[in-house]
């Protein structure tokens, strides 16, 4: 599976940004895809995930009510919708895939794929 992040770019606090996860591969369609973002000098984190089917989705609390994660199969594309952005949310954000895995399967050591980082910065 290759993943080919985008969408990231310069927003004030409270605005907001799409990011979009292209996925290509054979398994693409049937691998759950988390987004994850790594601050300066911060860990990689789980920000939200969605099972292969779509039917499935999970969030870190810092984000919960703020983004939504969403795909369609047919496109092999994944949305991370980032509303009432804060300038705590700025990082490089990743899409990861993981093969015939649930979401709660979508941990940071655990990922088979990751595409290149788009970078998110939130203004005060």
């Known amino acids: 599976v290759q993943l080919q992040a985008s969408g990231g770019g310069l927003v004030q606090a409270g605005g907001s940004l799409r990011l979009s996860c292209a996925a290509s591969?054979?398994?693409?369609?049937?691998?759950?895809v988390g987004w994850f973002r790594q601050a300066p000098g911060m860990e990689r984190e789980f920000v939200a995930g969605?099972?292969?089917?779509?039917?499935?989705?999970d969030y870190a609390d810092s984000v919960k009510g703020r983004f939504t994660i969403s795909r369609e199969n047919l496109k092999n594309t994944v949305w991370l919708q980032m509303n009432s952005l804060k300038p705590e949310d700025t990082a490089v954000y990743y899409c990861?895939?993981?093969?015939?895995?649930?979401?709660?399967?979508?941990?940071?050591?655990?990922?088979?794929?990751w595409g290149k980082g788009t970078q998110v910065t939130v203004s005060s």
């Open positions: 990861g895939a993981m093969r015939w895995a649930g979401v709660t399967d979508l941990k940071v050591r655990a990922m088979e794929y």
């Open positions: 591969g054979r398994s693409a369609m049937h691998s759950a």
């Open positions: 969605i099972s292969w089917s779509g039917t499935s989705t």
